[in-house]
């Protein structure tokens, strides 16, 4: 069924699908309309779920490490500050694998006070323990959210499915929404072999001597470390039953590609507009869109990259004295596997400022006069 | 005739004191909604603090993230915006820091009841000399009109849209049980007496609260069918009873209505004065 709904509205419908047990979220723009329409349509009977109403994102991931110990399935949504917040539970919620799936509208972070996009939010989350995705249209954070769900029960590893506030959170597209049977058989119910229940009493995550905690982080790692594979299969099987796929990294007009950017979130559907514009004027020009921040799809970059291509990060997002975080893990995931390639480095549209077509374009002319710094920083749209 | 300019006169004089305090440069209107609570309650506490002979440079304002958090922002003190709930925490850094300072937090019921609770009742408890002015609309007014801790039972807000099934705080008992040392009680239509309750709390040496029962028609008024600003305003004078006079009320004749006025004043040490105490004697002792 075709409806046309916001990015927001789609993660309340993939929550709804996802038959989700157990909810609970605490407003903040511009998360607050899933949470309101979450607790519409749990409070109505629409979704047979719990909305839980807390004092605040701390407490609403609190609420759900008890639900989730339980055995059930859980959801909550946030952004920035109240991601912030949230952090000592990130730990948590994936140290005591819990298959928690949670949605993060990136904001930037204050200071000064913003509501505005950028990811600095969820990339610095990077060691937490959680699964990234990033999305780049609401058709698609709805399929990520379905599939979410299984990818975390699956690892025992929490999943943050991230889409950009305003520019994706509220605007409406075109959705094929699926129908519940697809779903349900799509994603069975959470089958949770650890939990606690009275008639097998168990006690999680306490005190751990130094005899015993690193083994606890071996595993979690080891389960990052398949996590790749898990993903790869559950969007194939989402392909067969839905006839939608996606990639780790998607690639576009790659073919001959002598400048490649690498993009997510919206950012990456403006280089796509004007990639495709370039294209047709001749520049050969290609988009390498990255889906996943952890695991960092390395494997997607190097199959897609045309030997000689220059090659670039847009980062929306600073982590500052390094850069931006998909440059840095990107240029850390090559040398791991031993290819020493240039990544040009691009800083901008922080804090909700547009990255336009023309910014793009002036990338590409960088990288190909070779006036781009091949090293450090390039700010993109910065008024000094 | 003479009276009649008298009035006018002081009537100017007024409205030159609200502006006088105006930070300059900032660009008005504020952001809040025409009739919205928050105003009024600025220009009381302007008149208190002008009242007070307070200088602007001794005044330092603290805020979190609500409409009502956003007051600092248009007046001409010393101002900390913070984060969400937080305000009392950042406030008791800078009133340690500074004793001499006058520092008054400006905080929602969302603000200060929900996410800052727990900031809440531990400044209660120290007794350190802050003066909360609580706006309490029953509602979190920026984020759109979610249920709050103050969202009375049964209500309609956006995440409680068939009634709120939680029971809501009474923040001035809240205050009173944690050990604040003043505690009032206002409204947003009885502005003299507003500004005497902020006059008596900033005056007051130790935890100061003043819960301002007030309005967010845009959201908690229209989701729950009280009207525009003004027929609000008039519920709080038909629902609200002076301490003197519920005296004389019966429980029944109280049901459905709230107190206003001073609930609650002592005299125990304020939470810096005790500090310097400690730190007297054990610097005598060397
Ligand atoms: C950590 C965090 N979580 C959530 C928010 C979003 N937020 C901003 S204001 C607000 C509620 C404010 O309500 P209240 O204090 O009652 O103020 P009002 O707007 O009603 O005056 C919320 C939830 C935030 N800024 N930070
Ligand atoms: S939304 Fe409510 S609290 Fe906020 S400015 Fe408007 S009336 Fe006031
Ligand atoms: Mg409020």
């Known amino acids: 069924m075709n409806r046309v709904m916001s990015g927001n509205e789609a993660v309340s419908q993939a929550v709804k699908l996802s038959r989700v047990q157990v909810i609970s979220a605490y407003p903040i723009t511009p998360q607050t309309s899933i949470s309101e329409k979450l607790s519409e349509i749990c409070g109505s009977g629409e979704m047979d779920a719990k909305f839980v109403k807390v004092e605040s994102e701390h407490s609403a991931m609190a609420t759900l490490i008890g639900a989730s110990s339980t055995g059930v399935r859980t959801f909550t949504a946030t952004s920035s500050q109240g991601l912030a917040l949230m952090q000592e539970l990130l730990f948590w919620v994936s140290g005591a694998r819990l298959p928690v799936v949670m949605v993060n509208v990136n904001r930037a972070m204050a200071a000064p006070w913003t509501i505005w996009c950028d990811q600095t939010d969820s990339v610095s989350q990077r060691d937490t323990g959680w699964l990234q995705f990033y999305c780049w249209s609401n058709q698609e954070i709805l399929d990520s959210v379905i599939c979410a769900f299984r990818i975390a029960e699956e690892l025992l590893i929490p999943c943050m499915v991230c889409h950009d506030g305003f520019f994706i959170s509220h605007t409406h597209e075109v959705l094929d929404i699926p129908e519940q049977n697809q779903v349900d058989a799509f994603l069975p119910p959470r089958k949770a072999e650890y939990k606690l229940d009275t008639a097998n009493p168990r006690t999680f995550s306490g005190g751990t001597m130094p005899s015993m905690f690193m083994e606890f982080r071996y595993k979690v790692q080891a389960a990052f470390e398949r996590a790749q594979g898990v993903i790869d299969q559950t969007y194939e099987q989402f392909e067969q039953a839905f006839g939608r796929g996606y990639h780790a990294v998607e690639a576009y007009y790659t073919d001959g590609a002598e400048i490649l950017l690498i993009a997510s979130g919206s950012a990456a559907s403006t280089v796509y507009h004007t990639v495709r514009q370039m294209r047709e004027s001749g520049r050969k020009v290609g988009l390498l869109r990255m889906r996943q921040l952890r695991p960092l799809p390395v494997e997607g970059v190097l199959k897609h990259l045309t030997d000689g291509a220059a090659l670039a990060v847009i980062d929306r997002n600073l982590s500052p004295g390094t850069g931006g975080v998909f440059t840095q893990e990107l240029r850390a995931a090559l040398h791991r596997n031993g290819v020493d390639y240039r990544v040009h480095e691009f800083v901008g549209g922080l804090g909700g400022r547009d990255i336009t077509a023309a910014d793009i374009e002036k990338i590409c002319d960088d990288l190909e006069n070779k006036t781009a710094d091949p090293a450090g920083i390039n700010w993109v749209g910065l008024n000094r | ?286």
């Open chain 2, 1 to 286: 005739m003479a009276t009649v300019e008298k009035t006018k006169s002081v009537e100017k004089q007024k409205s030159d004191v609200v502006l006088n305090y105006f930070r300059p440069r900032k660009k008005l209107p504020t952001v809040w909604c025409a009739g919205c609570g928050n105003g009024i309650v600025m220009s009381a506490l302007i008149r208190a603090i002008d009242k007070l002979g307070y200088s602007k440079d001794e005044v330092a304002m603290v805020s979190g993230i609500g409409c009502t958090s956003r007051m600092p922002i248009y007046l001409d003190f010393s101002a900390l915006h913070t984060t969400h709930g937080r305000a009392l925490a950042f406030a008791t850094g800078i009133k340690f820091a500074k004793p001499h300072m006058k520092v008054i937090v400006i905080t929602g019921d969302g603000d200060c009841l929900a996410i800052g609770g727990n900031h809440f009742i531990h400044a209660c408890r120290r007794n350190i000399d802050i003066t909360a002015i609580l706006i309490n609309n029953h509602i979190y007014g920026m984020t759109g009109g979610q249920g709050s801790p103050t969202t009375p039972s049964g209500s309609i807000s956006t995440t409680t849209p068939y009634g709120n099934v939680e029971k809501n705080f009474d923040p001035c008992k809240l205050a009173e049980a944690a050990g604040a040392s003043f505690v009032a009680r206002g409204t947003v239509y009885h502005t003299p007496q507003l500004e005497k309750a902020i006059t008596k709390a900033l005056d007051h040496n130790g935890f100061s609260l003043v819960e301002v029962i007030s309005n967010c028609h845009t959201y908690y008024g229209r989701l729950n069918r009280r009207g525009d600003a003004v027929s609000m305003l008039n519920a709080f004078k038909e629902n609200s009873v002076t301490t003197a006079k519920a005296k004389k009320l019966s429980p029944e004749e109280m049901e459905g209505k709230f107190l206003i006025g001073t609930l609650h004043e002592d005299d125990r040490t304020e939470f810096c004065d005790e500090y310097q105490k400690v730190v007297d004697a054990h610097m005598g002792e060397k």
